[in-house]
């Protein structure tokens, strides 16, 4: 079993860097427009050839209403009549792909994101599943990971039941925090029975698996109602927990221009709340995953971690990361082989492009010798908090030391700051470096000198 984590302010002060969250590398930063169909088709039919099993993330873009904090691609709008031509582009794009591939490449994984996936209603959620499992060869027998964001706002016990009936058996609530002063400063009200009522309706209905996110650093919050929050949280018992760290990137992001800076928490005590998070979480039975994630022990993250078999992708950590990524819907980001791209991120320029029988694919990367090794290197840190050079060298055919020769004074101090083990076969994080992951995995990231560091968010 690995170590607890160990809190270290002083490492902390000093490593809490803005950097990239590594759900791939080369991060999406890197990507270009001169990455296109062809390039997506290409992939594709390697794929086929290889006959690799698939994980499938579908994009819903719609909301009815507006958090300040969020950071994702989506629409709000109370007209929902506007899924339906959206639906439409999305099966067209279903299709285009789909018969790209063999019909006997197995979806192991199907999440629908968003937005507000139960934006829809439930014919169109028929609609867009039956489609899906037209042209997909989804799995009949609840043996695959099928997961939907859910906001109790916008479900309830006949909604569960239809996603259940769908296939779903994962649910990923949003929860944000239950303080109500809070909920007014984000415009995202929403009670704790209303969530707890989504979370029964799960369990009855027998999902496997049921996942809560939380935020902290949120407007009006302090370290005292934070840990309310988390108190109720774990009285319901979720089996993984995601804690993530609110960036304030009005610049980039315009809801968030509606929140007022002045009531954000000070640095402080954003580490308290932190802190006392994990304090809470470690001492219910929760393991840390890495980054903002927690698990049960019987949780199949925390499986795959001990086992060291636990992956990274744009889904966050996973069990399936040997499957290629099919993104489908607006903005949506695909990895297949050695290829990443991305769909426009603009609805009407997405839908247009369909509307004329192309694909919407907008830009993306193609991944070099050097970024296979270097994904490789982050992974094994940011899964396993370890890394073998023996395992790399003979992977990628090439002397660890040798290859990675400059960057091994920034190694060595990070070793004489207790942050990591360095030994002359492998890299271990220690506990009181394993909060800080992103800064060791920075050290081999080849382009972050190059990139506005403005873009990301802070480790901590």
Same mark, same amino acid.
């Given at each position: ?195 707890? #009522? ?103 993250? #925390? ?158």
């Amino acid at each position: 079993m690995l170590d607890a984590i160990r809190w270290d302010s002083d490492l902390i002060r000093r490593y809490d860097l803005a950097g990239p969250r590594y759900t791939s590398y080369p991060t999406a930063v890197q990507f270009h427009g001169q990455v296109g169909t062809f390039d997506l088709f290409h992939a594709l039919r390697d794929s086929r050839k290889a006959q690799r099993p698939l994980s499938l993330y579908v994009h819903v873009p719609f909301c009815a209403n507006i958090c300040y904090y969020c950071a994702c691609n989506k629409v709000i709008t109370k007209d929902r009549g506007r899924a339906q031509p959206y639906l439409q582009r999305l099966e067209q794009e279903i299709q285009l792909i789909a018969c790209h591939l063999d019909p006997a490449q197995k979806v192991e994984q199907l999440h629908f994101g968003g937005g507000t996936p139960t934006f829809l209603s439930h014919d169109e959620l028929r609609q867009l599943m039956a489609h899906l499992r037209k042209h997909f060869n989804l799995l009949d027998d609840d043996s695959g990971d099928y997961g939907i964001e859910i906001d109790p706002r916008e479900a309830d016990w006949s909604t569960m039941g239809l996603l259940r009936e769908l296939g779903f058996n994962r649910v990923s609530i949003g929860l944000q925090d239950l303080d109500p002063a809070v909920q007014r400063a984000v415009n995202r009200l929403q009670s704790l029975e209303e969530t707890r #009522a989504v979370i029964d309706a799960a369990r009855t209905l027998q999902f496997r698996s049921i996942n809560i996110d939380l935020i902290y650093g949120l407007p009006k919050q302090t370290p005292d109602n934070f840990a309310r929050t988390v108190e109720e949280v774990i009285s319901l018992q979720p089996d993984r927990l995601s804690v993530f760290n609110y960036a304030h990137l009005p610049e980039r992001f315009m809801p968030q221009r509606r929140i007022n800076s002045s009531e954000l928490p000070n640095p402080v005590h954003k580490l308290e709340m932190l802190q006392r998070t994990i304090e809470q979480l470690t001492a219910a039975g929760y393991r840390y995953i890495g980054m903002d994630h927690f698990a049960l022990p019987d949780d199949e993250l #925390a499986i795959a971690q001990e086992e060291h078999t636990l992956q990274r992708n744009f889904q966050g950590y996973t069990t399936h990361g040997h499957c290629d990524l099919i993104g489908l819907g607006v903005s949506a980001i695909s990895q297949i082989g050695d290829l990443y791209c991305q769909n426009s991120s603009d609805l009407t320029a997405y839908q247009n492009s369909l509307a004329s029988a192309q694909l919407a694919t907008s830009r993306g990367l193609v991944c070099n010798a050097d970024d296979r090794l270097r994904r490789a290197v982050i992974q094994q840190l940011i899964c396993n908090f370890k890394l073998d050079f023996a395992e790399i060298e003979q992977q990628f055919n090439i002397d660890f030391q040798g290859y990675f020769g400059a960057l091994w004074p920034q190694l060595q101090g990070m070793a004489a700051d207790g942050l990591i083990k360095l030994e002359r076969e492998r890299i271990e994080v220690l506990p009181a470096g394993r909060l800080l992951v992103r800064s060791v995995c920075m050290v081999f990231d080849a382009y972050l000198e190059q990139q506005n560091r403005q873009r990301f968010s802070r480790v901590i």
